[in-house]
């Protein structure tokens, strides 16, 4: 089992920045890619940006590529997103999620933390 809570979501407006952490716990970090994604009510869950375990690949959805930065450190046990010059369509629940096989499908990842809200006003 790993257990991955979020934290650093907030409400700001458009242009700013927030850094969203996820710190997990649990079976050996380090051994698993790890991914952030968001969903707003209505729509599916969405891929935003995945990091491999060691941290050295990363990918990210085209929506969000030159603005957000997902990075990993095995150290503490955390994964980041870096959201930079947010807008108003970024507002979601932005979850993590933790799975043995990088990937950008939901369906592959095996452990997810509760969320936290990003609302961007205009």
């Known amino acids: 089992q790993v257990q991955l809570v979020e934290s650093g979501g907030g409400l700001v407006q458009a242009g700013a920045s927030l850094r969203l952490s996820c710190a997990a716990s649990?079976?050996?970090?380090?051994?698993?890619?790890m991914g952030w994604f968001r969903q707003v009510p209505g729509k599916e869950r969405e891929f935003v940006a995945a990091v491999r375990s060691s941290g050295g690949t990363t990918y990210y959805a085209a929506s969000v590529k030159g603005r957000f930065t997902i990075s990993r450190d095995n150290a503490k046990n955390t994964v980041y997103l870096q959201m930079n010059t947010l807008k108003p369509e970024d507002t979601a629940v932005y979850y993590c999620?933790?799975?043995?096989?990088?990937?950008?499908?939901?369906?592959?990842?095996?452990?997810w933390g509760q969320g936290t809200q990003v609302t961007v006003s205009s």
């Open positions: 649990g079976r050996t970090f380090s051994g698993y890619a």
């Open positions: 999620a933790a799975t043995l096989h990088y990937s950008t499908y939901p369906a592959q990842y095996n452990y």
